[in-house]
């Protein structure tokens, strides 16, 4: 946390500092303004020629302290944004919130474990995780958590998330970037499908005639100021007409190259900053390195075209501002020679833009990763193991506050675990333990562990489910589809399966019958994992598959009273029953 301390007061220092200079620089552009009016005034009283010469030296000053006022305010904004960063990670590691976007437009109650393990929502592992600004890096995330990396992609993206994760300043100064400009995933795909769809070129008579009538229409005007003859005015009048009807014929396909979006060029602009910023680092991670590779084309760099295409695309947007696209384009045709440029950099970069910035949002991902390990040093990377090897030492819920959470030692020795133990003894959250650190190992991530090996496994849940009146299905009957599903699954590959309580609602004997015949069909198969069970008597199926499966159990104790809930994994079937010691210290019974 002394990290974050110090930059919060390091950039709040530097914001009062470019504040300070910032109001400076606002006065002498009014002292300026005042210059220049006197320097008229005595220009008019005197008519000597002199004052308006002096002129130029105000005029000159003026626009130089309005560049040097848009750089402070682009510094002030930046210094802003790593104020609010710095700050959102102290409330964060303090626990007084969570400031981060939830990523609840992502939730499938559908998918095999996102639903029931908490991945997406308030609270969830996408919230806590999430360090992206960007509608690319928040979809890249969110894909990143619904599915897994394949085996061999998962070294070197924990070598990738090692690296970024001792780069802290450098995360910030990206995610503070990221967040200049707001776009939305709207915007994003508009602008990769206007990518995606072929354009023919302007044609040759065309581009032709926007040059011809233009210099006639410059000739006019130049003959009528040298002449003022009004005969060059009409004539010039004439060409602008012409120009306007060449834009005319050309107005359907400037239109449908126009992306829809009035901040375009700004967003456009960020996105080129962004990739700027990936640019200018040196990786020693070959995955890293690859992904700055990417931003390569033809020798060119990514960020010099994008920021290109910014400057195209905002031009291209004046067509919807009718004063000012008259007059530009009554005079030059400017937006056909826009569409022009605009043409030919679809025609050799477009092919590569989607690429350029899935390359953004991968780095935003990345940076999540990397913060989480940043701010938690004691988590490891699990070492892979191609043997189906599944072991944790001090395994523990990531999410859980680190003085509150209890770890525990656990080994797939047999492959799969019939766990028993009372209500609130933590069957169901160390169920979600082991799902999000095996879904951490799936996408090269670091785990809440001392020591982990594991054998990378899709990862099939069954753990909440809910009636649904849309579909007129039945608790029940959206459980045995689950179950089918995971079962079918599990036919066609190695699976880590999470199942809780099945057949809740069910009579007592379908329930336990039930539940020993979905244990045998799954070890059947190439699986491991978990099954939470009330029912002790399923327990016994152990004896019949010793080598397959094994009994663990979270006990409760009665202390002077009070229920205690010691939270260990041990051996065997649980022993204490709470429930009616509690319904009766309740008064229920």
């Given at each position: 946390m002394s990290f974050y301390a110090e930059r919060l007061a390091q950039f709040q220092g530097e914001s009062e500092q470019l504040s300070r200079r910032y109001n400076w620089i606002g006065t002498l552009r009014f002292l300026t303004v005042v210059l220049a009016g006197a320097l008229i005034y005595l220009a008019q009283r005197s008519n000597e020629s002199g004052y308006w010469l002096l002129l130029l030296l105000p005029a000159v000053f003026f626009r130089y302290l309005m560049y040097r006022h848009e750089r402070l305010s682009d510094r002030i904004a930046l210094t802003r944004q790593l104020i609010q960063i710095n700050q959102d990670e102290l409330d964060y590691l303090n626990g007084s919130r969570i400031p981060f976007q939830a990523g609840t437009e992502h939730l499938q109650t559908a998918h095999s474990y996102s639903y029931d393990l908490d991945i997406f929502g308030e609270k969830s592992l996408y919230q806590h995780l999430n360090r992206t600004a960007t509608s690319i890096g928040q979809a890249a995330l969110a894909q990143q958590l619904l599915h897994r990396l394949p085996d061999a992609a998962i070294t070197p993206r924990q070598r990738a998330v090692q690296a970024l994760a001792t780069r802290p300043e450098w995360r910030q100064e990206f995610l503070a970037l990221g967040t200049m400009g707001q776009d939305t995933a709207e915007e994003y795909a508009a602008l990769v499908?206007?990518?995606?769809?072929?354009?023919?070129?302007?044609?040759?008579?065309?581009?032709?005639?926007?040059?011809?009538?233009?210099?006639?229409?410059?000739?006019?005007?130049?003959?009528?100021?040298?002449?003022?003859?009004?005969?060059?005015?009409?004539?010039?009048?004439?060409?602008?007409?012409?120009?306007?009807?060449?834009?005319?014929?050309?107005?359907?396909?400037?239109?449908?190259?126009?992306?829809?979006?009035?901040?375009?060029?700004?967003?456009?602009?960020?996105?080129?900053?962004?990739?700027?910023?990936?640019?200018?680092?040196?990786?020693?991670?070959?995955?890293?390195?690859?992904?700055?590779?990417?931003?390569?084309?033809?020798?060119?760099?990514?960020?010099?075209?994008?920021?290109?295409?910014?400057?195209?695309?905002?031009?291209?947007?004046?067509?919807?501002?009718?004063?000012?696209?008259?007059?530009?384009?009554?005079?030059?045709?400017?937006?056909?020679?826009?569409?022009?440029?605009?043409?030919?950099?679809?025609?050799?970069?477009?092919?590569?833009?989607?690429?350029?910035?899935?390359?953004?949002?991968?780095?935003?991902?990345?940076?999540?990763?990397?913060?989480?390990?940043?701010?938690?040093?004691?988590?490891?990377?699990?070492?892979?193991?191609?043997?189906?090897?599944?072991?944790?030492?001090?395994?523990?819920?990531?999410?859980?506050?680190?003085?509150?959470?209890?770890?525990?030692?656990?080994?797939?020795?047999?492959?799969?675990?019939?766990?028993?133990?009372?209500?609130?003894?933590?069957?169901?959250?160390?169920?979600?333990?082991?799902?999000?650190?095996?879904?951490?190992?799936?996408?090269?991530?670091?785990?809440?562990?001392?020591?982990?090996?594991?054998?990378?496994?899709?990862?099939?849940?069954?753990?909440?489910?809910?009636?649904?009146?849309?579909?007129?299905?039945?608790?029940?009957?959206?459980?045995?589809?689950?179950?089918?599903?995971?079962?079918?699954?599990?036919?066609?590959?190695?699976?880590?399966?999470?199942?809780?309580?099945?057949?809740?609602?069910?009579?007592?004997?379908?329930?336990?019958?039930?539940?020993?015949?979905?244990?045998?069909?799954?070890?059947?198969?190439?699986?491991?994992?978990?099954?939470?069970?009330?029912?002790?008597?399923?327990?016994?199926?152990?004896?019949?598959?010793p080598q397959k499966l094994i009994n663990k159990r979270f006990e409760v104790e009665i202390v002077n009273d009070e229920l205690v809930f010691p939270y260990q994994l041990l051996d065997g079937i649980c022993q204490n029953r709470s429930a009616t010691f509690l319904m009766q210290k309740m008064g229920v019974i």
């Open positions: 499908e206007w990518s995606e769809r072929k354009s023919p070129p302007v044609s040759v008579l065309t581009r032709t005639l926007a040059i011809i009538f233009p210099a006639l229409l410059a000739l006019c005007l130049g003959g009528f100021v040298w002449t003022w003859d009004d005969d060059f005015l009409t004539l010039a009048g004439f060409m602008g007409l012409i120009n306007l009807f060449i834009l005319s014929r050309n107005l359907k396909q400037v239109k449908a190259e126009t992306v829809d979006s009035e901040r375009i060029g700004l967003i456009i602009k960020k996105y080129s900053t962004l990739i700027a910023a990936i640019e200018s680092q040196t990786f020693q991670s070959e995955e890293l390195q690859d992904l700055q590779q990417r931003l390569r084309t033809n020798g060119s760099l990514a960020s010099t075209q994008v920021r290109q295409l910014s400057s195209l695309l905002a031009a291209m947007n004046g067509i919807n501002h009718a004063l000012a696209a008259v007059l530009t384009n009554g005079l030059y045709v400017s937006h056909v020679h826009t569409l022009h440029r605009l043409l030919q950099w679809k025609a050799q970069y477009a092919a590569s833009l989607r690429s350029w910035l899935e390359t953004i949002g991968t780095f935003e991902s990345i940076n999540s990763f990397a913060n989480l390990s940043y701010n938690n040093p004691d988590f490891v990377f699990p070492s892979l193991s191609d043997s189906g090897e599944i072991a944790f030492k001090s395994l523990g819920h990531p999410l859980l506050n680190r003085t509150k959470r209890v770890t525990n030692d656990v080994r797939f020795s047999p492959r799969f675990m019939i766990l028993t133990g009372s209500n609130m003894s933590g069957k169901s959250t160390f169920l979600r333990t082991l799902g999000i650190n095996m879904l951490l190992t799936n996408v090269g991530s670091c785990v809440c562990a001392t020591e982990a090996r594991v054998q990378p496994l899709d990862i099939l849940v069954s753990m909440r489910l809910n009636d649904s009146l849309a579909d007129s299905e039945s608790y029940f009957f959206a459980e045995v589809k689950r179950l089918q599903s995971i079962l079918q699954t599990l036919q066609t590959k190695p699976c880590f399966i999470l199942l809780d309580e099945l057949f809740r609602g069910t009579n007592s004997d379908d329930k336990r019958n039930g539940t020993i015949e979905v244990i045998k069909k799954i070890i059947q198969y190439n699986a491991w994992g978990v099954i939470a069970t009330h029912d002790l008597e399923v327990c016994e199926i152990t004896e019949q598959y």
